[in-house]
């Protein structure tokens, strides 16, 4: 889908926006005295307000992700760009979207607030995409299409091939959540942006890069959303503490971490496996296992009273029985083991 239908998908109210101009946007040139703000003038590192473009980390991620700065929004945690995209698109109880089940709890509850209706589509065997389910799905009113690859709690991918083909026949804007793309061994749609103006990719730092706590998420798109994006969101919605330490953490190499975390998952996997009360542990593309067990209440008992908390996905439609565990040091994943096995 080309941009001009792509504007044509969004809300009327939003498009004719006009956004609050911060003080900081109006002058560009060399500043001698900041009377602008109605800030406190003596420096303490935190006195004057943040550059709401963010345009140095936005620079330091475009070399980072090979994406041009112009296609990247910086949210308060994905779930700020997750809330942005349904309002931007979505008429409150007009509109719906689309997405599969299982499936991260965010694009139901960001569309319950908004009062949007939402179409789950049960994944197929083996947690598989069902591509024409999905399309059959949608109707005019179906403005977005959320795809989780890899999938929270399922720990499978989806084919760039099979996203393509969504991306190809849909007529609405696809959104891929990337979250786990770095523990993934499927590369990235975000190649695929140069040739679909409706696509939304959604990554974050909060995983791979071990920055949960300071609420970075990333969404890649054309500059035309990422700008209706820029109107929408709170002016200051990234602090200047965060955006600093985000840039020096940047510096240090996760690629180690990483690697450290897959070896892991497939150890933690095998041991898994050879455990009396597991049934079942699912192939995994992301920090974390989902595992099918005999009683999925009992263990999960087992491991809280020795103080091992995982997250009981077992009554979740599709992962009954199954508990879905992180992958965490050699020493706590030994730990886990070996209350599981005990
Ligand atoms: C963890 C996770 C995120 C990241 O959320 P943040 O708000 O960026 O911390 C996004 N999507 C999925 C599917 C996740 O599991």
Redesign the pocket.
Known sequence: MEIDNVMRLVRENIRNLAPYSTARDEYKGSIGAFLDANENPYNNGYNRYPDPRQRELKERLARLKGIDPSKIFIGN???EAIDLCVRIFCNPRLDNIVTIAPT?G?YRVAAAINDVRVREVPLGDDYSLPTAELLAACDENTKLMFI?SPN?PTGNSFSVEQLRWLLEYFDGILVV?E??IDFSSQPSVSSLLSEYDNLIV?Q????AYGL?AL???LAFAHESIMQLFANVKYPYNINLAGMQRAAELLERNVRQEVEAIVAERRRVAEALAAIDCVQHVYPSDANFLLVRVDDARTVYNKLIEAEVIVRDRSGVPGCEGCLRITIGTPEENERLLQIMKG
């Open positions: 945690g994905s779930d991260y965010m989780c929270n959540d979250a786990y959604l974050t730092l909060s995983k949960a609420r970075l998420g």
